[in-house]
């Protein structure tokens, strides 16, 4: 018995979409076909894999610490300018830092910052999160990219990575310092510092971030660091989602315990053992580190201290007031 002849299906319009892309693919995998066979791409060992540009992972700027931690960095400018080492705010990222490293950069500096371990792009490690491994992995990037006569900037919980590293790693290395609404001396109440914020405080921000991180960081960002719960401020929906995308990109371990940092760590011996040139830069506005316990005090421990007070600015000044800050900057750098 014979099989009836197959019913040919109708060939596609010419001018349907679908038929040209078919045809365009055909034509290109013939000419691709044609091609002479480069003979590393033709030949492979037996029992290896084909490279594919698949299997390449974008490369990124880090270093590994001593105790094995990656940390990543920026590093933009020219190798000859003289360098400024950026130190961001918890629980943010070297992103921060993004409208002081432009304005320097294009002034001919080299501009260097990092994640802290646990934050941003660095390794969300579960351990050392403290300030003698923050100072601790400031200096091995510094190392790293063997940076000299350096400008130390440190902003919040940056200013007290910045002040440890002057202290115990940067003889040698370190020409000025600049502290933005740090954290030094200490930021919690004692017997010793009567002025200080109460523990619960930080409890309470301990508390949030663990109960509802995401929501918590929205919170800050809205209200008391950027001053946009004061009245007639004009609130950057913007700068709001930058600050959150930032912090959610950090470990909440990480950021849990560097409350404990930020507000527990006594920077007293490390501001009297200090001699460069240091610039105290602070708002009277504060909400988050109130200066009449950080700046004013800190200023009276530096042996070459200057203090400059900016009215009613915010803790997160840099963004807000950049167009202040970073002419401020560039004068006592340059001077």
């Given at each position: 018995m014979t099989n009836p002849p197959r019913a040919e299906p109708p060939l596609p319009d010419p001018a349907d979409p679908v038929r040209r892309k078919f045809l365009g693919f055909g034509a290109g995998a013939a000419l691709l076909a044609a091609l002479p066979i480069?003979?590393?791409?033709?030949?492979?060992?037996?029992?290896?894999?084909?490279?594919?540009?698949?299997?390449?992972?974008?490369?990124?700027?880090?270093?590994?610490?001593?105790?094995?931690?990656?940390?990543?960095?920026?590093?933009?400018?020219?190798?000859?300018?003289q360098p400024i080492v950026f130190h961001h705010g918890w629980p943010l990222s070297a992103d921060d830092w993004d409208s002081q490293m432009l304005f320097f950069a294009d002034k001919g500096y080299r501009v260097i910052a990092h994640d802290r371990r646990g934050h941003g792009r660095s390794a969300q490690v579960g351990e050392g999160h403290d300030m003698d491994h923050y100072a601790a992995d400031a200096a091995a990037v510094v190392e790293h990219l063997d940076l000299r006569n350096a400008i130390h900037i440190g902003h919040s919980t940056g200013g007290g990575e910045a002040t440890r590293y002057?202290?115990?790693?940067?003889?040698?290395r370190v020409a000025k310092l600049v502290l933005i609404g740090a954290v030094p001396p200490i930021m919690v109440k004692t017997?010793?510092?009567?002025?200080?914020?109460?523990?619960?405080?930080?409890?309470?921000?301990?508390?949030?971030?663990?109960?509802?991180?995401?929501?918590?960081?929205?919170?800050?960002?809205s209200g008391p660091f950027y001053g946009f719960n004061r009245p007639g401020a004009a609130v950057s929906p913007g700068v709001i989602q930058n600050w959150w995308r930032q912090a959610m990109m950090g470990g909440a371990k990480a950021q849990y315990d560097g409350v404990k940092a930020f507000s527990e760590t006594d920077f007293t011996e490390d501001l009297t053992a200090i001699d460069v040139p240091t610039?105290?830069?602070?708002?009277?506005?504060?909400?988050?580190?109130?200066?009449?316990?950080?700046?004013?005090?800190?200023?009276?421990?530096?042996?070459?201290?200057?203090?400059k007070v900016y009215e009613r600015f915010p803790h997160g000044m840099c963004t807000t007031h950049a167009d202040v800050v970073n002419p401020d900057l560039l004068t006592f750098i340059a001077g």
């Amino acid at each position: 018995m014979t099989n009836p002849p197959r019913a040919e299906p109708p060939l596609p319009d010419p001018a349907d979409p679908v038929r040209r892309k078919f045809l365009g693919f055909g034509a290109g995998a013939a000419l691709l076909a044609a091609l002479p066979i480069p003979p590393a791409a033709a030949q492979t060992a037996p029992g290896a894999t084909p490279p594919s540009s698949l299997d390449r992972s974008p490369t990124m700027s880090t270093i590994t610490t001593k105790d094995g931690v990656s940390i990543f960095y920026k590093d933009w400018g020219p190798r000859s300018g003289q360098p400024i080492v950026f130190h961001h705010g918890w629980p943010l990222s070297a992103d921060d830092w993004d409208s002081q490293m432009l304005f320097f950069a294009d002034k001919g500096y080299r501009v260097i910052a990092h994640d802290r371990r646990g934050h941003g792009r660095s390794a969300q490690v579960g351990e050392g999160h403290d300030m003698d491994h923050y100072a601790a992995d400031a200096a091995a990037v510094v190392e790293h990219l063997d940076l000299r006569n350096a400008i130390h900037i440190g902003h919040s919980t940056g200013g007290g990575e910045a002040t440890r590293y002057v202290a115990r790693h940067g003889r040698g290395r370190v020409a000025k310092l600049v502290l933005i609404g740090a954290v030094p001396p200490i930021m919690v109440k004692t017997a010793t510092n009567p002025g200080g914020l109460p523990i619960a405080v930080f409890d309470d921000f301990r508390r949030q971030l663990a109960a509802n991180r995401a929501q918590f960081y929205l919170d800050i960002p809205s209200g008391p660091f950027y001053g946009f719960n004061r009245p007639g401020a004009a609130v950057s929906p913007g700068v709001i989602q930058n600050w959150w995308r930032q912090a959610m990109m950090g470990g909440a371990k990480a950021q849990y315990d560097g409350v404990k940092a930020f507000s527990e760590t006594d920077f007293t011996e490390d501001l009297t053992a200090i001699d460069v040139p240091t610039l105290v830069m602070h708002g009277d506005d504060d909400q988050i580190v109130p200066i009449a316990d950080s700046a004013l005090l800190s200023v009276k421990l530096l042996k070459a201290g200057t203090l400059k007070v900016y009215e009613r600015f915010p803790h997160g000044m840099c963004t807000t007031h950049a167009d202040v800050v970073n002419p401020d900057l560039l004068t006592f750098i340059a001077g």
